[in-house]
């Protein structure tokens, strides 16, 4: 069993305390100049900087299925798993330019209440129902249970204590609202970067002893050569992780859904930027599209490396648990190699992922809970106080329920990376369909978005159950099947995704076309000149993406 030294302890316990105090400090600063505006506790509207704006959004991404996940993925798969956050990074693009004039135009708050605004009250609660489900059983029970056991392995403590520490310290940010929360995770990114870069230094070098070298860079070059394989960008269909990346649906295909959805139309992630004004909230997105382009370094080279290691034989039986590999095992293994003080840097790290996810995701649930489904259909003459108390309070029950209902649902054994991306993938295709058309198609009606909602729900379960019912080998040549191994054709993750959202897309363009035309749906404000961009936002955007061509160019 792993465990802290005295060291590590202290430069932990010194993260915590910074968080904690600086938490209180804004929040008792945010208290005296705004009171109890609820605007102020969900958005903290006008108050966030650019870069705080950024730094939330990384800080609220990055998680335990980041670190053991993605570091896993990339033990098992390699540098082609990074696509998520290579891809993110051209998609906040996008975000900034088309997706946040419209939001901050038509003063939007919340997912919902833009549903509401364009297609009605029908739609806005089903998918607010929908939401509050998906982020308390799919992502917070997640982010909860997998930071406690990578805690736990490399603390040496029991994982329901420690899954009692993550919830309280989440929750404690959490009641002091979303100004709190933005401040805190420009500390959290801090520890997350510093603590992240460290790791992946300490693991090249180690990678370099095998070569009777030392440093980073050597180590590097080692990788390179002993694992030369898994830096290869796109897979072929001879790939084994073919039905987790499948080859080009990474660049033009499901990989656009998977980050458009997240990205654009993700209460959790587009609540940091709501409450700012256009050019602080594109600055934000661009800073934090800088941030992802490291993220590859951070979750990805380490989990390489530990398959260099592993190998080479320097990790003994620490990747396997009952003596099966478990790729999951690499970045809890790094780090327990880690030396004294530096470990308990890359801990605050690890920490500090969680408890911002956390923190955030919480946030979302609370705003979406008070001002979508309390404030409409229970209360719609609530107090600014009373919208705060009932927010907080939502805050305390969500992180409750994630809690007692987290060990049950077999996150461990599936993997909280795929967990997450598969459970919401059912709804995200439908959702994105939904908004574009929303967005820019002003005869979208109230039924089409319905359809949306439902249909596109119910074609991805028929799709992932299909190729139990029928051979699905007549789409092997044209690329939308695969052998899993055993004989039986399925559709790729992702390209069951491309398929449902084209054709929710296709089936709301027939409805509305066809279709009476619902007095509740209206149009949004847009208009062209909404979405140019300032001269330095082009100038960065254009360096994002020509890093990515190279990227791609080098590795393909």
Known sequence: MNQLSTLDTLVFLFYFIVISGYGIWIYRRKKSTSGQASHDYFLAEGSLTWWAIGASLIASNISAEQFIGMSGSGFKIGMAIAVYELMAAATLIIVAVFFMPVYLK????????FLEQRYGKAVATTMALFWLGLYVVVNLTSILYLGALAISSVAGINVFACMIFLAVFAAVITLGGMKVIGYTDVIQVLCLVVGGLVTTWIALDLVAMLGGKSG???GASELFVRAGEHFDMVLDRGNPNYM??????????GMWIVNLNYWGCNQYITQRALGADLKTARKGLLFAAFLKLLMPVIVVLPGIAAFALDKSGALGDSMRVGGELNPDRAYPTLLAMLPAGIKGIAFAALTAAVVASLAGKANSIATIFTLDIYKQHFNKTASEQKQVWVGRLTVMVSIAIAALIAPFLGIDKKGGFAFIQEYTGFVSPGILAMFLLGFFWKKTTHAAAMFATVGGLVLS???KFLPGMMDLSFLAPIGFA???GTGVYEIPFL???FIVFWVVVAGMVLISKTAAVSGEAKRMIVDTGMFRVERSFAIG?????ALLIAVYAAWW
């Open 106 to 113: 038509n003063r939007i708050y919340t997912m919902p209440q």
């Open 216 to 218: 980073s860079i050597a």
């Open 244 to 253: 987790d990346l499948p080859g080009l649906t990474t660049l033009i295909g």
């Open 461 to 463: 379960i028929v799709l």
């Open 482 to 484: 695969v052998d899993n």
């Open 495 to 497: 390209d069951r995704m």
């Open 541 to 545: 955007s254009a360096i994002i993406c």
